[in-house]
C-alpha cells in the first residue's frame, strides 16, 4: 500500500507593518512631462510601510508619486513621496520612501486612536425571569457582567510627544515637500520646449562623438552590455542633462562621461533651435 501524498502548505508572507482600515480623501501627485499633475482619490489601507488608495489616475508600478492624506480625528497632514507598487484598475498600492519619524509618530498615533472605539454604557447585569415547576416564588437568574474594551490611553509622555511631533510637522512639512519635489524634478531632465526626439532621429544629427572608455573593472569582471540613457540637448547641440534609465553599473559612469562630450546638430522647431529630449544608447563588447 503506497503512503497517501503529504499536503503542501503554501507560506504566505507576512507584512512587517500591520495594514488599518481607513476611509479619507487623499491626492496623488505625479509628473507628467516636468509638470505636476494631481489625481484625486480615496486612501482604503494605511500603514507605516504604504497606503493603499483608489486613484482617478492611470499610473504605471516603479513611478515615483507624492502623496497628501489627512488623517480623520487627528487633524494632520501627511505629506510624503512614494513608489507605485502595483494599480489594478482603479486600486493602487504605494510605498512611502524616506517618511519621516514625526509622520510615522502620527500614523502611530492615529491608529491608537482608531483601536480605542467608545463603549456604549449598557446595565452590567441582565436579569431574566425563571418559572421553575415546583417553586412557588419566581427566580432571578443573573447573567455575568459584560467584560469592557480595553483602551489604549496615551500617558502624559505621550501626550507632550504628539505635540511636539505636531510642531515639528507645522514647521518643517512645507520646505521637506518643497525638497521632495525638487528630487523628483531633478529625477527627470525633461526639455524646456517639451519635445521628444527619437533615437534614430538624433543619431543622424551626431557632429562629434567620443567612444567611451572601458572601465578596467569591468573588463576584469567581463562585464559587457547596453547603458541607455535619457538625454536633453540643448539649443547650441551639446549635451544639457543625463539620466541612467539601465545598464550594468560598472559601464554607466564611463558612458555617461563620453556622452557628455557629444555634439549634435541644433534641432530646429519652426525654424529655431530648441531644447529637445531623447534616448541615447551606448553599447560596450569585450573583444
Known amino acids: ?19 488599518h482600515p481607513i476611509n479619507a480623501p487623499l491626492d496623488l501627485i505625479a509628473l507628467r512631462s516636468g509638470i505636476p499633475e494631481i489625481f484625486p482619490g480615496r486612501c482604503t489601507d494605511l500603514s507605516e510601510a504604504g497606503v493603499g488608495a483608489i486613484v482617478a489616475g492611470e499610473l504605471a508600478a516603479g513611478q515615483q ?9 487627528v487633524g494632520v497632514l501627511i505629506r510624503a513621496r512614494a513608489l507605485v507598487r502595483y494599480q489594478s484598475r ?4 504605494l510605498e512611502f520612501v524616506g517618511l519621516q519619524a514625526e509622520q510615522r509618530e502620527m500614523i502611530r498615533y492615529w491608529v491608537h486612536q482608531s483601536a ?3 463603549v456604549s454604557r449598557k446595565d452590567c447585569t441582565q436579569e431574566k425571569e ?3 415547576a415546583n417553586a412557588e416564588a419566581p427566580v432571578i437568574a443573573t447573567k455575568p ?16 510627544v504628539l505635540i511636539a511631533c505636531m510642531l515639528a510637522l507645522a514647521g518643517l512639512g512645507w520646505w521637506q515637500w518643497q525638497r521632495s519635489w525638487n528630487e523628483l524634478e531633478a529625477r527627470a531632465p525633461v526639455a524646456d520646449s517639451g519635445l521628444k526626439v527619437s533615437p534614430e532621429t538624433m543619431d543622424k544629427r551626431i557632429v562629434t562623438k567620443v567612444e567611451p572608455v572601458y572601465p578596467e573593472a569591468a573588463r576584469t569582471a567581463g562585464t559587457e552590455g547596453m547603458v541607455v540613457l535619457d538625454a536633453v540637448i540643448a ?4 549635451v544639457k542633462r543625463l539620466r541612467p534609465l539601465s545598464g550594468p553599473d560598472l559601464l554607466v559612469q564611463s558612458a555617461t562621461d563620453a556622452v557628455l562630450s557629444w555634439k ?11 531644447e529637445v529630449e531623447t534616448t541615447i544608447a551606448v553599447e560596450f563588447r569585450l573583444r
Open 235 to 238: 539649443p547650441d547641440g551639446s
Open 130 to 132: 425563571v418559572a421553575p
Open 1 to 19: 500500500m503506497s503512503a497517501a501524498p503529504k499536503p503542501v502548505f503554501d507560506s504566505t508572507p507576512q507584512r512587517i507593518f500591520p495594514r
Open 65 to 73: 508619486v507624492a502623496v497628501e492624506l489627512r488623517l480623520p480625528n
Open 145 to 160: 457582567a459584560a467584560q469592557p474594551r480595553r483602551r489604549i490611553r496615551i500617558g502624559q509622555r505621550g501626550f507632550y
Open 90 to 93: 482603479l486600486r493602487c498600492g
Open 116 to 118: 480605542a472605539q467608545p
Open 264 to 274: 549634435f546638430e541644433p534641432y530646429l522647431s519652426s525654424g529655431q533651435p530648441v
